[in-house]
């Protein structure tokens, strides 16, 4: 193989892993957004079965729910609102 080609295939091998990590992160937001809408854990626990910390689990939420159509302040008082349902548990 010369040089050439092995420099496109370690770029193809590059690629390939990117893509899968992005498919791996995906597919994290969309299982913290399920999560989120059944409602019945807190954002810690949340956190915890996709191995993140917790202001990643409510940065996901809230850019979710402003790309829906929520204004920013809205969002955080929904994810307030969610929080405290647990606090006071």
């Known amino acids: ?12 091998k590059q690629g390939i892993e990117i ?10 937001k969309e ?5 989120w809408y059944l409602q019945e854990m807190s954002f810690d626990k949340i956190a915890s079965l996709v191995n993140e ?12 729910l402003t790309k829906q159509g929520e204004t920013e302040e ?6 307030d609102e969610y929080q405290a349902k647990f606090i006071l548990e």
């Open 74 to 79: 809205r969002a955080q008082l929904l994810l």
């Open 53 to 64: 910390e917790p202001e990643t689990i409510l940065n996901i939420i809230k850019t979710h």
């Open 31 to 35: 299982f913290v957004l399920s999560l």
């Open 1 to 12: 193989m010369g040089l050439q080609e092995a420099i496109l295939d370690d770029v193809k």
């Open 19 to 28: 893509g899968r990590e992005e498919g791996r992160e995906e597919m994290a």
